[in-house]
Protein backbone atom coordinates (compact mmCIF):
# COMPACT_ATOMS: atom_id res chain seq x y z
CA UNK A 1 0.00 0.00 0.00
CA UNK A 2 1.21 3.26 -0.97
CA UNK A 3 2.47 5.49 2.28
CA UNK A 4 3.24 9.08 2.32
CA UNK A 5 4.88 10.77 4.88
CA UNK A 6 4.27 12.59 8.11
CA UNK A 7 5.40 16.06 6.83
CA UNK A 8 2.56 15.41 3.70
CA UNK A 9 -0.30 14.72 5.94
CA UNK A 10 1.23 17.99 8.02
CA UNK A 11 0.35 20.39 5.15
CA UNK A 12 -3.05 18.58 4.44
CA UNK A 13 -3.68 18.82 8.52
CA UNK A 14 -4.12 15.57 9.13
CA UNK A 15 -1.07 15.64 11.27
CA UNK A 16 0.23 19.30 12.41
CA UNK A 17 -1.26 22.91 11.57
CA UNK A 18 -1.62 23.18 7.76
CA UNK A 19 1.70 24.90 6.39
CA UNK A 20 -0.55 26.79 3.79
CA UNK A 21 -3.82 28.82 5.12
CA UNK A 22 -5.77 28.18 1.70
CA UNK A 23 -5.43 24.29 2.63
CA UNK A 24 -8.78 22.87 3.53
CA UNK A 25 -8.10 19.45 6.04
CA UNK A 26 -10.40 16.47 4.67
CA UNK A 27 -13.10 16.61 7.76
CA UNK A 28 -13.61 13.43 9.91
CA UNK A 29 -15.50 10.51 9.05
CA UNK A 30 -17.88 7.77 10.88
CA UNK A 31 -16.52 4.56 10.52
CA UNK A 32 -18.97 1.81 8.51
CA UNK A 33 -18.83 -1.97 10.05
CA UNK A 34 -21.47 -3.93 8.14
CA UNK A 35 -22.38 -7.22 10.05
CA UNK A 36 -24.72 -9.81 7.90
CA UNK A 37 -25.60 -13.03 9.40
CA UNK A 38 -25.10 -16.42 7.11
CA UNK A 39 -26.94 -18.74 9.77
CA UNK A 40 -29.99 -18.59 6.99
CA UNK A 41 -32.02 -16.38 9.56
CA UNK A 42 -31.55 -13.76 6.71
CA UNK A 43 -31.00 -13.84 2.66
CA UNK A 44 -27.45 -13.26 3.71
CA UNK A 45 -26.59 -13.23 -0.58
CA UNK A 46 -29.61 -10.91 -1.29
CA UNK A 47 -28.74 -8.59 1.28
CA UNK A 48 -25.05 -8.45 0.48
CA UNK A 49 -26.41 -7.90 -3.53
CA UNK A 50 -28.17 -4.70 -2.27
CA UNK A 51 -25.33 -3.87 0.58
CA UNK A 52 -23.03 -4.05 -2.48
CA UNK A 53 -25.09 -1.66 -4.84
CA UNK A 54 -25.35 0.80 -2.34
CA UNK A 55 -21.07 0.78 -1.57
CA UNK A 56 -20.29 0.98 -4.96
CA UNK A 57 -22.98 3.87 -5.87
CA UNK A 58 -20.23 5.25 -2.68
CA UNK A 59 -17.49 4.42 -4.48
CA UNK A 60 -18.10 7.30 -7.08
CA UNK A 61 -15.96 9.56 -5.03
CA UNK A 62 -15.07 7.53 -1.67
CA UNK A 63 -11.52 9.95 -0.61
CA UNK A 64 -13.66 13.10 0.47
CA UNK A 65 -11.95 16.73 -0.13
CA UNK A 66 -10.87 19.50 1.02
CA UNK A 67 -13.08 21.81 -0.84
CA UNK A 68 -16.31 22.99 0.21
CA UNK A 69 -19.46 22.22 -2.15
CA UNK A 70 -21.50 24.56 -3.31
CA UNK A 71 -23.98 23.96 -0.28
CA UNK A 72 -21.09 24.92 1.62
CA UNK A 73 -20.37 21.47 3.22
CA UNK A 74 -17.05 19.31 3.04
CA UNK A 75 -17.32 16.27 1.07
CA UNK A 76 -16.84 13.33 3.73
CA UNK A 77 -14.27 10.44 2.89
CA UNK A 78 -16.34 6.59 3.03
CA UNK A 79 -15.52 3.99 5.33
CA UNK A 80 -16.75 0.80 5.31
CA UNK A 81 -15.86 -2.65 6.28
CA UNK A 82 -17.76 -5.69 5.98
CA UNK A 83 -18.13 -8.82 8.15
CA UNK A 84 -20.67 -11.59 9.28
CA UNK A 85 -22.38 -13.42 12.17
CA UNK A 86 -20.87 -17.36 11.60
CA UNK A 87 -20.44 -20.53 13.54
CA UNK A 88 -17.47 -18.64 15.33
CA UNK A 89 -18.07 -15.05 14.29
CA UNK A 90 -14.07 -14.10 15.83
CA UNK A 91 -13.05 -16.26 12.69
CA UNK A 92 -15.14 -14.53 10.43
CA UNK A 93 -13.11 -12.62 7.79
CA UNK A 94 -13.30 -8.71 7.68
CA UNK A 95 -13.25 -7.04 4.39
CA UNK A 96 -12.32 -3.37 4.61
CA UNK A 97 -13.60 -2.08 1.12
CA UNK A 98 -12.47 1.93 1.87
CA UNK A 99 -11.56 3.75 4.79
CA UNK A 100 -10.24 7.37 5.81
CA UNK A 101 -6.46 6.34 5.34
CA UNK A 102 -6.94 5.54 1.53
CA UNK A 103 -8.30 9.40 1.55
CA UNK A 104 -5.08 10.19 3.52
CA UNK A 105 -2.70 9.20 1.16
CA UNK A 106 -4.80 9.80 -2.30
CA UNK A 107 -4.53 13.78 -1.11
CA UNK A 108 -1.18 13.55 0.20
CA UNK A 109 -0.07 11.92 -2.80
CA UNK A 110 -1.90 15.30 -4.50
CA UNK A 111 0.13 17.57 -2.04
CA UNK A 112 3.31 15.98 -2.50
CA UNK A 113 3.38 16.69 -6.30
CA UNK A 114 1.93 20.10 -6.21
CA UNK A 115 3.79 21.43 -3.00
CA UNK A 116 2.93 24.99 -3.52
CA UNK A 117 -0.94 24.98 -3.90
CA UNK A 118 -4.01 27.20 -3.56
CA UNK A 119 -7.29 27.10 -3.40
CA UNK A 120 -8.40 27.54 -7.13
CA UNK A 121 -5.83 24.59 -7.13
CA UNK A 122 -7.83 22.16 -5.31
CA UNK A 123 -10.40 22.92 -6.95
CA UNK A 124 -9.20 22.06 -9.98
CA UNK A 125 -7.85 18.77 -8.80
CA UNK A 126 -10.56 17.76 -6.90
CA UNK A 127 -13.06 18.43 -10.06
CA UNK A 128 -10.31 16.67 -12.28
CA UNK A 129 -9.72 13.36 -10.60
CA UNK A 130 -12.69 12.70 -8.64
CA UNK A 131 -15.26 15.07 -10.99
CA UNK A 132 -18.61 13.92 -12.74
CA UNK A 133 -15.71 13.86 -15.73
CA UNK A 134 -12.85 12.78 -13.89
CA UNK A 135 -10.23 10.03 -14.10
CA UNK A 136 -11.51 7.89 -11.36
CA UNK A 137 -15.13 7.73 -12.67
CA UNK A 138 -13.43 6.38 -15.33
CA UNK A 139 -11.43 3.95 -13.64
CA UNK A 140 -14.06 2.45 -11.20
CA UNK A 141 -16.12 1.28 -14.44
CA UNK A 142 -14.75 -2.19 -13.50
CA UNK A 143 -17.42 -2.67 -10.71
CA UNK A 144 -20.19 -2.50 -13.49
CA UNK A 145 -18.76 -5.69 -13.97
CA UNK A 146 -20.93 -8.93 -12.46
CA UNK A 147 -17.48 -10.39 -11.66
CA UNK A 148 -14.89 -7.77 -10.67
CA UNK A 149 -11.98 -8.72 -12.04
CA UNK A 150 -8.73 -6.21 -10.55
CA UNK A 151 -7.06 -4.66 -13.52
CA UNK A 152 -3.06 -4.78 -13.36
CA UNK A 153 -0.89 -1.48 -12.07
CA UNK A 154 0.01 -0.86 -15.18
CA UNK A 155 -3.28 -1.31 -17.61
CA UNK A 156 -4.97 0.61 -14.39
CA UNK A 157 -2.46 3.48 -14.94
CA UNK A 158 -2.18 3.51 -18.83
CA UNK A 159 -6.27 3.87 -18.56
CA UNK A 160 -6.08 7.03 -15.99
CA UNK A 161 -2.99 8.44 -17.80
CA UNK A 162 -4.86 8.45 -20.75
CA UNK A 163 -8.66 10.12 -19.08
CA UNK A 164 -6.47 12.76 -17.32
CA UNK A 165 -4.70 13.43 -20.74
CA UNK A 166 -8.02 14.04 -21.99
CA UNK A 167 -9.41 16.40 -19.40
CA UNK A 168 -8.43 19.43 -17.64
CA UNK A 169 -5.39 21.42 -19.84
CA UNK A 170 -3.92 22.40 -16.50
CA UNK A 171 -3.86 18.61 -15.24
CA UNK A 172 -2.93 17.83 -18.74
CA UNK A 173 0.41 20.35 -18.57
CA UNK A 174 1.47 18.38 -15.71
CA UNK A 175 5.07 17.15 -15.58
CA UNK A 176 5.25 13.00 -15.94
CA UNK A 177 6.48 12.58 -12.53
CA UNK A 178 3.59 14.81 -10.93
CA UNK A 179 1.19 12.60 -13.13
CA UNK A 180 2.56 9.29 -12.19
CA UNK A 181 3.04 10.06 -8.54
CA UNK A 182 -0.66 10.93 -8.03
CA UNK A 183 -2.00 8.42 -10.81
CA UNK A 184 0.22 5.69 -9.08
CA UNK A 185 -1.91 6.13 -5.42
CA UNK A 186 -4.86 6.06 -7.74
CA UNK A 187 -4.08 2.67 -9.16
CA UNK A 188 -3.10 1.12 -5.79
CA UNK A 189 -6.41 2.64 -3.96
CA UNK A 190 -8.91 1.19 -7.07
CA UNK A 191 -6.77 -2.29 -7.02
CA UNK A 192 -7.10 -3.04 -3.39
CA UNK A 193 -11.13 -2.00 -3.42
CA UNK A 194 -11.37 -4.44 -6.64
CA UNK A 195 -9.80 -6.86 -4.21
CA UNK A 196 -11.98 -6.91 -1.38
CA UNK A 197 -15.32 -6.49 -2.92
CA UNK A 198 -14.71 -9.81 -5.17
CA UNK A 199 -13.49 -11.38 -2.02
CA UNK A 200 -16.13 -10.39 -0.66
CA UNK A 201 -18.60 -11.37 -3.37
CA UNK A 202 -17.13 -14.96 -3.34
CA UNK A 203 -17.88 -15.29 0.49
CA UNK A 204 -21.36 -14.07 0.19
CA UNK A 205 -22.51 -16.29 -2.78
CA UNK A 206 -22.51 -19.47 -1.14
CA UNK A 207 -23.68 -21.05 1.83
CA UNK A 208 -21.89 -20.79 4.73
CA UNK A 209 -23.71 -22.42 7.60
CA UNK A 210 -23.09 -26.40 6.96
CA UNK A 211 -26.65 -28.26 7.72
CA UNK A 212 -27.30 -28.39 11.58
CA UNK A 213 -24.71 -26.27 12.41
CA UNK A 214 -25.06 -23.37 14.90
CA UNK A 215 -24.15 -20.22 13.59
CA UNK A 216 -25.73 -17.55 15.20
CA UNK A 217 -22.62 -16.34 17.11
CA UNK A 218 -23.74 -12.66 17.25
CA UNK A 219 -21.76 -11.54 20.57
CA UNK A 220 -18.85 -12.81 18.86
CA UNK A 221 -19.24 -10.50 16.28
CA UNK A 222 -20.20 -7.77 18.58
CA UNK A 223 -17.34 -8.19 20.42
CA UNK A 224 -14.90 -8.35 17.77
CA UNK A 225 -16.39 -4.82 16.55
CA UNK A 226 -15.39 -3.29 19.86
CA UNK A 227 -11.44 -3.73 18.60
CA UNK A 228 -12.19 -1.68 15.47
CA UNK A 229 -14.03 0.99 17.96
CA UNK A 230 -10.71 1.26 20.33
CA UNK A 231 -8.42 1.18 17.27
CA UNK A 232 -10.67 4.59 16.66
CA UNK A 233 -10.46 5.63 19.63
CA UNK A 234 -6.44 5.21 19.98
CA UNK A 235 -6.38 7.62 16.74
CA UNK A 236 -4.00 9.97 17.09
CA UNK A 237 -6.72 12.28 15.19
CA UNK A 238 -7.69 15.46 17.47
CA UNK A 239 -11.61 14.29 16.53
CA UNK A 240 -11.59 11.47 17.00
CA UNK A 241 -14.15 9.42 14.51
CA UNK A 242 -17.52 7.60 15.35
CA UNK A 243 -18.87 4.35 14.54
CA UNK A 244 -21.61 2.74 12.99
CA UNK A 245 -22.50 -0.86 13.57
CA UNK A 246 -24.97 -2.45 11.24
CA UNK A 247 -26.34 -5.87 12.07
CA UNK A 248 -28.17 -7.58 9.39
CA UNK A 249 -29.66 -10.28 12.32
CA UNK A 250 -32.68 -12.03 13.46
CA UNK A 251 -30.68 -11.19 16.75
CA UNK A 252 -31.55 -14.60 17.94
CA UNK A 253 -28.17 -15.45 19.65
CA UNK A 254 -26.75 -19.17 19.89
CA UNK A 255 -23.28 -20.40 19.99
CA UNK A 256 -21.63 -23.72 20.54
CA UNK A 257 -21.80 -24.80 23.94
CA UNK A 258 -24.29 -22.39 25.68
CA UNK A 259 -26.75 -23.30 28.33
CA UNK A 260 -30.25 -23.08 27.38
CA UNK A 261 -30.67 -20.98 30.93
CA UNK A 262 -27.84 -19.05 29.96
CA UNK A 263 -28.45 -14.77 29.70
CA UNK A 264 -26.73 -15.03 26.17
CA UNK A 265 -29.39 -16.67 25.22
CA UNK A 266 -31.86 -13.40 23.63
CA UNK A 267 -34.61 -15.95 22.64
CA UNK A 268 -34.93 -17.26 25.72
CA UNK A 269 -35.25 -14.05 27.56
CA UNK A 270 -37.68 -12.81 24.71
CA UNK A 271 -39.85 -15.71 24.87
CA UNK A 272 -39.89 -16.23 29.27
CA UNK A 273 -39.50 -12.50 30.60
CA UNK A 274 -42.30 -11.53 32.85
CA UNK A 275 -41.52 -7.83 31.81
CA UNK A 276 -39.78 -5.22 29.42
CA UNK A 277 -37.79 -4.42 32.37
CA UNK A 278 -36.59 -7.74 33.64
CA UNK A 279 -35.84 -8.29 30.12
CA UNK A 280 -33.65 -4.58 29.43
CA UNK A 281 -31.95 -6.14 32.94
CA UNK A 282 -30.83 -9.28 32.02
CA UNK A 283 -30.13 -8.10 28.00
CA UNK A 284 -27.10 -5.53 30.77
CA UNK A 285 -26.17 -8.38 32.72
CA UNK A 286 -25.50 -10.66 29.19
CA UNK A 287 -23.17 -7.84 28.00
CA UNK A 288 -21.43 -7.31 31.65
CA UNK A 289 -21.37 -11.25 31.55
CA UNK A 290 -19.46 -11.52 27.52
CA UNK A 291 -17.07 -8.46 28.65
CA UNK A 292 -18.56 -6.76 26.25
CA UNK A 293 -17.83 -2.60 26.36
CA UNK A 294 -16.71 -0.24 23.96
CA UNK A 295 -15.03 3.16 24.76
CA UNK A 296 -16.45 5.79 26.05
CA UNK A 297 -13.98 8.45 23.98
CA UNK A 298 -16.32 7.64 20.70
CA UNK A 299 -19.87 7.67 19.79
CA UNK A 300 -20.94 4.13 19.17
CA UNK A 301 -24.59 3.74 17.32
CA UNK A 302 -25.87 0.60 16.50
CA UNK A 303 -28.69 -0.56 13.34
CA UNK A 304 -30.36 -3.48 14.08
CA UNK A 305 -32.11 -4.83 10.75
CA UNK A 306 -34.40 -7.89 10.64
CA UNK A 307 -34.75 -8.47 14.48
CA UNK A 308 -36.61 -11.22 15.39
CA UNK A 309 -38.01 -12.29 11.77
CA UNK A 310 -36.43 -15.00 9.90
CA UNK A 311 -37.69 -18.53 9.64
CA UNK A 312 -38.39 -19.14 12.80
CA UNK A 313 -38.70 -15.84 14.61
CA UNK A 314 -40.40 -15.34 18.06
CA UNK A 315 -43.82 -14.44 18.33
CA UNK A 316 -44.81 -11.05 17.34
CA UNK A 317 -46.21 -9.99 20.74
CA UNK A 318 -42.82 -10.96 22.55
CA UNK A 319 -40.88 -8.77 19.87
CA UNK A 320 -41.06 -6.10 21.95
CA UNK A 321 -39.14 -7.81 24.85
CA UNK A 322 -36.20 -8.86 22.35
CA UNK A 323 -36.16 -5.29 21.66
CA UNK A 324 -35.82 -4.11 25.38
CA UNK A 325 -33.30 -7.02 25.66
CA UNK A 326 -30.66 -5.78 23.63
CA UNK A 327 -31.86 -1.83 24.91
CA UNK A 328 -30.16 -3.17 27.79
CA UNK A 329 -27.39 -5.28 26.30
CA UNK A 330 -26.54 -1.71 24.37
CA UNK A 331 -26.32 0.69 27.69
CA UNK A 332 -24.29 -1.90 28.81
CA UNK A 333 -21.83 -2.11 26.21
CA UNK A 334 -21.33 1.88 26.02
CA UNK A 335 -23.30 2.16 22.86
CA UNK A 336 -24.68 5.55 22.56
CA UNK A 337 -27.33 5.14 20.39
CA UNK A 338 -29.01 1.88 19.11
CA UNK A 339 -32.42 1.31 17.13
CA UNK A 340 -34.04 -1.31 14.68
CA UNK A 341 -33.33 -0.42 10.42
CA UNK A 342 -35.64 -0.76 7.58
CA UNK A 343 -32.60 -1.36 5.11
CA UNK A 344 -29.19 -2.71 5.17
CA UNK A 345 -27.97 0.09 2.73
CA UNK A 346 -29.52 2.94 4.74
CA UNK A 347 -28.72 2.33 8.37
CA UNK A 348 -25.52 3.78 8.93
CA UNK A 349 -26.77 7.03 6.13
Not at 41 to 68: M, Y
Not at 131 to 149: A, H, M
Request: charged share 20%.
Amino acid sequence: MALVSAMTLGLLGFGGAPADANVIPIPETESNLFILDVSGSVNTFELWKSLRISIISKLEQPFGSPILTREGRKQLPVDISVTSVSENSANSPIFAIVNKDDSKEIWGAISLAYPITNKARWEKFDSGFFGDKGVWIDLIKIFDQSRIIPPSKQSCYNNALSSLNSGDPFLVKAKAEQKKRILGVMCDKLIEIAISLRSADDYFSKSLCKNKAICSDIMGAVYRSTSLAEDLANSKDKIKPGLCIAIASDMLHYSQGMSKTSDLNSKRVAETAASLKDAKDLGFKAAEAAGIRFPSSITTRVAMIGIGSGPNPIALERNSFLLAYWEGFWTASGVKISNQGKSLNQACS
